[in-house]
């Protein structure tokens, strides 16, 4: 599966931004979508996932109650909504997907992740 990763642009603190990934292969449901980051001269870093079901979800703790994680499997797609936004959150924003079996589980893990998408940059002004 290919990702496609879009929507990042410029937003001042505490605007929101939506992004959405969308995935090039129709089994888009057997896959556990997920969110990370890098920000300038950091590591990159999990923001959040979402399982097969689209209901169980996990989400770092600098973006919980912020960032909400969906995906439309009929279109094949995954969405990072991310609210009150801090300068801190400037990065560029990867999507990701690995193939799971059951459809609770998510993981944080960036190794575990087999595809990635091209990454769009997310840049909050002060």
């Known amino acids: 599966v290919q990702l496609q990763a879009s929507g990042g642009g410029l937003v001042q603190t505490g605007g929101s931004l939506r992004i959405s990934c969308t995935a090039s292969r129709s089994s888009f449901n057997t896959y556990v979508m997920g969110w990370f980051r890098q920000a300038p001269g950091k590591e990159r870093e999990f923001v959040a996932s979402i399982g097969r079901n689209g209901i169980v979800t996990d989400y770092a703790d600098s973006v919980k109650g912020r960032f909400t994680i969906t995906r439309t499997d009929a279109d094949s797609t995954a969405y990072l909504q991310m609210n009150s936004l801090e300068p801190e959150d400037t990065a560029v924003y990867y999507c990701?997907?690995?193939?799971?079996?059951?459809?609770?589980?998510?993981?944080?893990?960036?190794?575990?992740?087999?595809?990635w998408g091209q990454g769009t940059l997310v840049t909050v002004s002060s």
């Open positions: 990701a997907a690995v193939y799971e079996r059951y459809p609770q589980i998510t993981s944080r893990d960036t190794n575990d992740h087999e595809r």
